[in-house]
């Protein structure tokens, strides 16, 4: 198979116009798009410049695997929408925004589809952007991460690459016949930091006992991961929370934060592979941890997984993504 049916270049960026003075700009007046298997490169980073890349990853082919709902595939796109919108509140000629396009999940095939995405997330880094990855399905874990913790030791082997992950499952199933699914990402990256011989820092926040067998359990002790439970959110235990954040910020260098959108309660996030109804609310308590890792500054990439447009009430879940993906630019990058 060509790499090329692995990829989707870039398209234009839509919305509202307002104007275009400085004050009345919106984000998809400001995207640059970068055909990156077209032989098109990153803009090169001016001193004092920061920049971001958009991928998406439009699979949901590792949901399919995992026996969920499919239709994260097309999250991406409405991820997309629902940014596009966004007032510009940064100064532009600081903050590049770049739109690199959708890696594929072509006929199936996962696991090309996750060579390629690390592949271009790695360019990503090299060029000195923070990777802002659109899913589709939680499979998108594999792929990124592997680039992040590629990157890392590029340049400095003896760091250490944290996992935060905001989810109602912990994905540490072990890999069946069919491979990867959107359930065995951090499982696969256990095994990854064998094979490079590092230690695996893992944070789980939002877990919810009814999700997860015993088995996953087990082996998420035997991995030493940790791990918050959805009751710390619905409790209101900030002091829990935030040591468990603090304390995991301070253990690492760098930090690869996912937020599966299924760790929100379904009348938050209805549009998602497996909805929760006792998930956590997207309220203060969970944006003051939010911000707290996002202003850490040791964010090295983040990806807004599983949303699904099929069983998207009122663009919900999609809003809500965006909504994290707008925190996320504003203020990791300041």
């Given at each position: 198979?060509?790499?090329?049916?692995?990829?989707?270049?870039?398209?234009?960026?839509?919305?509202?116009?307002?104007?275009?003075?400085?004050?009345?700009?919106?984000?998809?007046?400001?995207?640059?798009?970068?055909?990156?298997?077209?032989?098109?490169?990153?803009?090169?980073?001016?001193?004092?410049?920061?920049?971001?890349?958009?991928?998406?990853?439009?699979?949901?082919?590792?949901?399919?695997?995992?026996?969920?709902?499919?239709?994260?595939?097309?999250?991406?796109?409405?991820?997309?929408?629902?940014?596009?919108?966004?007032?510009?509140?940064?100064?532009?000629?600081?903050?590049?925004?770049?739109?690199?396009?959708?890696?594929?999940?072509?006929?199936?095939?996962?696991?090309?589809?996750?060579?390629?995405?690390?592949?271009?997330?790695?360019?990503?880094?090299?060029?000195?952007?923070?990777?802002?990855?659109?899913?589709?399905?939680?499979?998108?874990?594999?792929?990124?991460?592997?680039?992040?913790?590629?990157?890392?030791?590029?340049?400095?082997?003896?760091?250490?690459?944290?996992?935060?992950?905001?989810?109602?499952?912990?994905?540490?199933?072990?890999?069946?016949?069919?491979?990867?699914?959107?359930?065995?990402?951090?499982?696969?990256?256990?095994?990854?930091?064998?094979?490079?011989?590092?230690?695996?820092?893992?944070?789980?926040?939002?877990?919810?006992?009814?999700?997860?067998?015993?088995?996953?359990?087990?082996?998420?002790?035997?991995?030493?991961?940790?791990?918050?439970?959805?009751?710390a959110f619905h409790l209101q235990d900030r002091t829990l929370l935030q040591a468990a954040i603090s304390q995991f910020i301070k253990e690492?260098?760098?930090?690869?934060?996912?937020?599966?959108?299924?760790?929100?309660?379904?009348?938050?996030?209805?549009?998602?592979s497996a909805t929760a109804y006792n998930g956590i609310r997207p309220d203060g308590l969970f944006l003051e941890c939010y911000r707290t890792?996002?202003?850490?500054?040791?964010?090295?990439?983040?990806?807004?997984?599983?949303?699904?447009?099929?069983?998207?009430?009122?663009s919900r879940t999609a809003k809500l993504g965006a909504a994290m993906v707008f925190e996320a630019v504003l203020l990791s990058t300041t």
């Amino acid at each position: 198979m060509s790499t090329t049916n692995f990829y989707q270049s870039p398209e234009a960026w839509t919305g509202r116009i307002d104007g275009t003075e400085a004050e009345a700009m919106r984000w998809h007046q400001h995207i640059i798009p970068v055909n990156v298997l077209g032989g098109e490169k990153f803009p090169v980073l001016k001193p004092g410049q920061k920049g971001v890349v958009f991928l998406g990853f439009a699979s949901d082919e590792g949901v399919r695997r995992n026996k969920g709902r499919v239709g994260a595939v097309n999250g991406p796109v409405v991820l997309r929408a629902a940014c596009a919108n966004f007032p510009v509140h940064f100064d532009p000629e600081l903050l590049v925004l770049v739109d690199a396009g959708d890696v594929v999940c072509y006929e199936n095939a996962l696991e090309p589809a996750h060579e390629l995405l690390c592949g271009v997330v790695l360019s990503i880094k090299k060029a000195g952007y923070l990777p802002i990855l659109l899913g589709g399905g939680h499979e998108i874990t594999y792929g990124h991460a592997q680039a992040l913790y590629a990157h890392l030791y590029m340049n400095t082997p003896s760091a250490k690459l944290g996992l935060l992950n905001f989810d109602a499952h912990f994905d540490l199933r072990i890999p069946g016949e069919e491979g990867s699914t959107s359930g065995t990402g951090f499982y696969q990256l256990a095994e990854y930091c064998k094979e490079l011989e590092q230690p695996f820092h893992y944070l789980a926040l939002g877990i919810q006992t009814n999700s997860n067998t015993q088995q996953l359990f087990r082996i998420a002790g035997e991995l030493d991961a940790q791990y918050v439970d959805a009751d710390a959110f619905h409790l209101q235990d900030r002091t829990l929370l935030q040591a468990a954040i603090s304390q995991f910020i301070k253990e690492v260098d760098q930090i690869y934060l996912t937020i599966d959108m299924d760790v929100f309660a379904a009348a938050f996030a209805p549009g998602v592979s497996a909805t929760a109804y006792n998930g956590i609310r997207p309220d203060g308590l969970f944006l003051e941890c939010y911000r707290t890792i996002l202003q850490s500054g040791k964010l090295a990439g983040i990806d807004i997984a599983e949303v699904n447009p099929e069983f998207d009430v009122d663009s919900r879940t999609a809003k809500l993504g965006a909504a994290m993906v707008f925190e996320a630019v504003l203020l990791s990058t300041t």
